[in-house]
């Protein structure tokens, strides 16, 4: 009897501990997913921006048509440079590969959001422009439309 006391007491300690841990992960979750006053203005913007992301070195081109994203980029992105090209590259390819996914199941995500599949290979280079305003882009879009592009938290 006393064995079976001591098992129970046991795992009721590993269920609070277990159930204490997922408490304090989802809280620092959200912390870490706070919108500014900044950003929610940027957020909130309803004029169109275009943004053109090319590069003089290369012949790649993405056009970005999303209210307030320039200013999001401007004005709370981080600057060019903070992070190294290699690093923006694997971030960019494996948020493509979730993009892509989703935008044929329309059925399972919204067309609205996922409208036109992003031609992204991993091999050629871009440079640093495309990928920093790319890496940046969908930032902004999982913070503004509260989606996750990948196993990382979007943020800034």
Not at 9 to 28: E, K, M, P, Q, R
Not at 33 to 61: C, H, P, R, W
Request: with cysteine; net charge neutral.
């Amino acid at each position: 009897m006393k064995k079976r006391k001591n098992k129970s007491v046991l795992l009721n300690f590993i269920i609070i501990f277990i159930f204490a841990l997922v408490l304090i992960s989802c809280g620092s979750t959200k912390e870490s997913l706070a919108i500014s006053n900044d950003e929610k203005v940027a957020f909130e913007q309803v004029e169109g921006d275009t943004i053109t992301i090319s590069s003089d070195k290369t012949e790649y081109e993405i056009i970005i048509i999303e209210p307030g994203f320039y200013t999001w980029l401007n004005s709370i992105a981080k600057p060019e440079g903070y992070y190294s090209q290699n690093f923006l590259e694997n971030r960019n390819y494996l948020m493509v590969l979730e993009w892509n996914q989703r935008v044929l199941q329309p059925m399972r995500y919204s067309p609205n959001l996922y409208e036109l599949q992003i031609d992204y290979i991993k091999n050629i280079d871009y440079g640093y422009e495309v990928n920093y305003k790319l890496y940046n882009y969908f930032i902004y879009f999982q913070r503004k439309y509260n989606q996750r592009l990948g196993p990382f938290i979007p943020r800034i």
